[in-house]
């Protein structure tokens, strides 16, 4: 095991993690190679009475996979990506996505993945794992068969997804209650489809502000409730920025099948805006292993967040013109950054399509920002019933899933991070009437008043689990009695207790 330290030449770049509004100073940073490892940084942490936080990518939006003066468990040496010629495939907790689509890809297999090729396996699927291919295979953690988990009493364990498993309860509650809570997994087991390598992605944008509530109401409408599940897709509505790459609003999607049979389909969906598109793009992926790592995933310019270099760098730099495409967090840059999300309740209509283009259209300009509102489309294998047996995740019902997002380009600039702030936060409560819920994996830790007492957070994970909250901390109970692996929105242990003899009847 290797660890590093305050002091350490490595320790600035070491302790950076996706999220620049956080600049956390861990006491120690431990790089585990496997479970061995996992077990001593454990024991570490135990002896020096070090709070543990646990980093596979560091992309949790709130932060929560490090700390300050905390032992940070890290996981990202463990990046094996091994399949077999069944298509069952072993996945370090560390890989990264861009490299697991392409092991997988080589292999003839399709992964669930989400759209970001540098957000690492360990948290994405434990988050459920939205992604480009999810109404075709189910969230990430549908194509979960087993782990292998290091728990709190540093005892490693290999579960499976199956009802004679002693501890598949561990299992549903891995699959979609987010990182961090039950363990430290070093391992996930996939079992993977076929894939005949044929993908094409759409691209459709529109300039014009007045485009954006049709669009929005025209993706509505069609894109969740469509039949075809090859096709995934999202749409998203940005506020309009002088100089801006974002247009007023963009619908894209991946699909897997060919160009001719998108290109049918998808115009049909979008019956009374497609005309008015001011650009269009189809393209097929044909050699999917070329792309560069970071757009493996989905390969879309819009899908992938952070400030574009040009507002980067006309802020830190105003002497600089910078050409060429826009850096993002995908390509391990990290921006401060604010995201919510919500589900919509089952009257979202016109009316919340108009509070969207109000809010957005009215927000006084940000040019050191990029901000907007994401639909993600759901449905598909996503909501299959048979899969709450086997994952926490509650709101597969939902036709789609709104993600607010708002990147800045200056950390250091106090006055803008408020801005950026109270715009998510009063854009998420503008919208209260209309929605319900959260994803873990787009978490916001501001979602109630007081998230830091003990009712509060209990409140704020009732957000994001629903009923599932109460099961999820008895799980907790078992696995982690303590409370060891406790952080901000970590799931608190309901430890059983058996009854007393004073017990009333
Ligand atoms: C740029 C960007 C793009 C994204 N795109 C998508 C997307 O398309 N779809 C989607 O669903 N989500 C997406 N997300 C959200 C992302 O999936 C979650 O933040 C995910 O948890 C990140 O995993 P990570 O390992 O990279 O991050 P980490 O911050 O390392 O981990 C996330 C959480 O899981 C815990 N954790 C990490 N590894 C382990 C482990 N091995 N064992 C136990 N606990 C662990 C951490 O403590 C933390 O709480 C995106 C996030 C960013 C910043």
Request: hydrophobic share 35%; aromatic share 12%; net charge neutral.
């Amino acid at each position: 095991m290797r660890c590093i330290e305050p002091g350490d030449p490595a320790y600035d770049q070491d302790r950076r993690i996706a999220n620049a509004r956080f600049d956390y100073r861990p006491r120690r940073i431990c790089y585990c190679a496997n479970a061995g490892d996992v077990r001593e940084a454990l024991q570490l942490a135990r002896n020096e009475k070090l709070r543990v936080r646990i980093r596979s990518g560091g992309h949790q939006h709130e932060g929560m996979c490090s700390g300050n003066d905390v032992m940070v468990v890290d996981l990202s040496e463990i990046d094996n990506v091994d399949v077999d010629s069944n298509g069952m495939a072993w996945v370090g907790a560390g890989a990264t996505l861009a490299s697991v689509y392409s092991t997988v890809w080589g292999a003839g297999r399709l992964f669930p993945g989400g759209g970001c090729g540098d957000v690492r396996v360990g948290g994405l699927v434990q988050g459920g794992g939205w992604g480009p291919y999810s109404r075709l295979l189910g969230l990430t953690c549908d194509r979960l068969a087993a782990f292998r988990i290091v728990t709190a009493a540093g005892q490693q364990i290999e579960v499976h997804g199956t009802t004679t498993d002693p501890n598949h309860k561990l299992f549903w509650a891995v699959c979609g209650a987010g990182g961090g809570n039950f363990g430290v997994v070093t391992e996930f087991r996939f079992n993977l489809p076929r894939f005949d390598g044929v993908l094409t992605s759409f691209t459709a944008t529109w300039n014009d502000l007045r485009y954006m509530g049709p669009v929005i109401n025209d993706w509505r409408s069609h894109f969740p409730h469509d039949i075809e599940l090859r096709l995934t897709s999202f749409c998203r509505a940005s506020t309009v920025e002088a100089g801006s790459p974002d247009p007023a609003a963009v619908v894209a999607g991946f699909f897997v099948g060919n160009q001719p049979t998108l290109e049918k389909m998808v115009p049909s969906l979008l019956p009374n805006t497609w005309r008015y598109a001011t650009k269009i793009e189809f393209s097929p992926i044909h050699e999917a292993s070329a792309l560069p790592d970071s757009r493996r995933g989905f390969q879309h310019f819009h899908y992938q967040p952070g400030p574009p270099a040009t507002i980067l760098r006309a802020v830190t730099e105003p002497a600089v013109t910078v050409a060429g495409p826009p850096t993002s967090t995908c390509d391990g840059v990290p921006y401060p950054h604010k995201v919510s999300s919500c589900f919509p309740v089952p009257t979202f209509g016109a009316d919340a399509v108009r509070a969207i283009v109000d809010y957005l259209a009215t927000s006084p300009s940000e040019p050191a920002a990029r901000r907007y509102l994401s639909f993600h489309s759901m449905g598909g294998r996503m909501a299959d019933p048979s899969r709450h047996q086997w994952s926490c995740f509650y709101y597969r019902d939902k036709p789609f899933l709104l993600q607010y997002q708002a990147w800045w380009a200056d950390r250091n600039d106090d006055a803008l991070t408020k801005r950026c702030m109270d715009w998510i936060r009063r854009f998420r409560e503008s919208m209260k009437p209309h929605t319900e819920g959260s994803f873990i994996n787009f978490p916001d830790r501001d979602l109630v008043p007081n998230p830091e007492t003990p009712e509060g957070r209990k409140a704020l994970l009732r957000q994001y689990y629903a009923v599932n909250f109460e099961p999820l901390m008895r799980t907790k109970g078992l696995y982690d009695p303590e409370n060891f692996f406790d952080f901000e929105m970590g799931i608190p242990p309901e430890v059983a207790t058996e009854p007393s003899d004073t017990a009333q009847s």
